[in-house]
């Protein structure tokens, strides 16, 4: 039901004012919006959109009321409906959907750093839940938010058969290090390292699917330790100051390396979204694969989406299966989301943790899990995907809906409260003069 | 101190902000009672290097706050949040005379903004800092949109703000030196206004016919605005700096066409002939061009040339008429213009007249010429091109460099309050009294 409140004719231009601080920000950053001279005790909508590199529109608003000075402050006040409700400073980014008619299994992920997400705040009469792009607003403003700061440099890495892209923070240096692997989506994802390097780390993502060569995990071990060392060996890194940072299949890459590694020696690990599920000797394709062997395991919910979860628990009682935590001998950060529906992210920290008090390696782990939260643990206030379409890279299989779970809300409570744990964790570690500790 | 082990720690916020907006700095991390030079960098359009720096004792938690903290000597000193911008001057060994405007402001000036070890004064580019970050001042907003006019032989360019309007407009003159300047109107475009920049002294029309414009040339670009799609034709000002302050008066006062809602006049005066244009006010100019002084270093002091204010009505535009709030702004060491003595005389002219409920005069001790947007360098003196010799000489503009600064900031946020008042009520003209500025 839409309802729509006129405002009483006033002599133009008394429009409203809208404030947007800052306009140009960092995503991480937070954003104050309020609007003034309204009608005291008038309603409002406050609406965000964005269009994205696929061309595709997201929205997202909220419903409000002005008090009696004619103001409304989104970070004061409470939004009455819209995509998000109650007093939520940042709900106009994270809230944001796709717009009615849109394609299915859209999931929004910046893939050109170097410019920033434009995102139109505007003003509408009265409260307004559709048809937004049929209606003038009452006043609007454009906001940028970048992945990357000023002075922020950016260089393509094709080196010793690694690609990846290189982010260096401004200034003289030097910098403590970090590698950043994505998941089995593969492509060379860039935006988290940018962000990285916005916060003081050299950053590498790094790209490690399309490589014809990586037939046998004895390679494949090598491309991730040359890559360690390319960080490790730059004039502008403090070489005992690199760490690994993992999402996904990039958790489980990142635990195996800090586990089995001889030459490069993480001086933390930071795991989103992981299991530690890798057949010993196997390479990435082949555990990708080994899903695919149980596929009576997978299954599919009412709504045609892929549920992968199951697939792996089973391995649990296989100690030929996983990671040997026990041999990991640097502080390693463990987040994961309690409703993750792609990976049994729960009872693998569970595991992780009984294996590393069994080999007395427990000080070093740290653990946080989110509740209601999903697979996609993501850099703050941008979008929740419960499901996505999705296609593992370099593998013969088509493209489903996978689901990653959570609710929208405390998924986006905890991409934010788990992106300020990990800054603290990596500065403690990489930053402090004082020996690390593991725990947060 | 150990640079492989340096932790120490450099903010600021915003990284990206408008030339207009504060910033904050943070030193952290530092030894206790570290001593600390905080340095600011910019490389301009020219291509020539300005820096700035204040030295600082780091706490007892090695916390440096520039906002917070006072300077213990550099190129400021005392608590100066914004200190590193304003008293940006040129690196020793640069040419003499230069003053810093964007032209292109469709980029943002970038200044780097570095950490040294110590209190330094000079030899900062043979160093390497302990830590430094880039900030990005812009003069335009996001979703500001910048427009080439051409329409009517005219030069200038429009700047609209982000949103579907409309919006209150306003003509932005500059001065003597002539060229198509932009930044201030993309800077008020960011606060909501649209603003239309005008060259009216080195614009195509003149170099084509070698002739300077009529006065039909200020009214055409009114009703540019006036016309806009998304500007509200009733509310749309004027604001002049020097000569500009000359044209927006005459306007004001005297055209048929303009229907000013309000206007701004920035260290200009009203002494010129009543009647006619651009070119007998700039010969009104000259008639007393042996007037003209020189300072000890060799720069040119123009005051005196309009002096005195004369008692012919012939000569100064009769304030008496205006109908529109006027915000006056002077600085009291103009050595270019004699704003001050001007501004009393506008002043007693409004009182005798009945309508100085419409004047407001902003007065700043030991502020020069060029008052400009806040947070930007301040030239005492620098190279200006006469239009008439075609010259580049060093023309005193005035002001000591603090006072300036201070001025420039306190004027602004004034005038963006004038102006919002004035183009945003409801109310009717000529009753905003702004008294409480």
Redesign the interface.
Known sequence: MIVTLRLST??????P??SVQ?????VDEKLKVVVE?LPPGSPVTLHSLHHSEDEDYWEAFGHYVSDFRGMVSVSEDLSFGGTYTGKEDMGLLWSMRPVPGSRKGLRLRKMNVCSPM?H?I?VYSGHVSEGFREQ?????????R?YM???VKRIDIMEKGVRGTLFIP???G?FPGLLDMWGGGGGLIEYRSALLASH?YVSLAMDYFNSQELESADLEFKYFETAFNIIKEHPQV?PDRVGMFGLSLGSLVTMHVAAESTIVKPRCCICVSGSHFYPRDRTIKEVIMEPRSNSHRLRIDENNHHVWRDMWIHLLDDPSKKVDVGKINCPILLVNGKDDQNVPADECAEDIALLMNAAGNGHLLSRVLYPDTGHLIEPPYSPHFRASNFKAAGVATKTVMLLWGGQTKPHSDAQEDAWRKILSFLQHNL???TPPRAKL | MD???C?L??LVQ?????VDEMFIILVQKAPSGFQLTVHALHKCEDGHSWEAFGHYTADTIGTVNVSEDPSLGGTYSGVEQMGLLWSLRPVPGSKPGLRLRKMNVQIPM?V?I?VYQGHQTEGFMDQ?????????R?YM???VSRIPITEDRLSATLFLP???G???GLLDLWGGGGQLVEYRASLLASH?IASLALDYLTAKIIMETGKMVDLQYFEKAYKILEQHPQV?GS?IGMLGLSLGTSITLKMAVYSEVMKLRCAVCISGCHMQPVDGSVEEILKYFNQNADRTRISEENELIWRDVLLPVPSDLAFKVDMGRLKCPLLVVVGEDDQNWPASESAMDMEEMMEQAGNSHLLTVLSYPKAGHLIEPPYTPHARASLFKSLATREKMIVLWGGETAAHSRAQEDAWRKLLVFLKEN????SNPGTTSLSHL
């Open positions: 006033m002599s133009p231009p008394t429009s004012i809208l800052p306009t140009r920000g960092l001279s434009l139109n505007s003038t607003p009452l006043t609007s403003v454009l906001v940028e970048w700061a000023p002075g401004p200034g003289p030097p003081g403090i930053y402090s003069s | 640079r492989k082990r932790t720690k450099l915003p990284s990206r902000g408008l970038e780097t570095s390497v800092p302990l830590a430094s970050v880039v900030v990005e812009w907003a996001p979703g982000p949103g579907p409309p919006f209150p909501g509200h509310s183009l945003y009520s409801g």
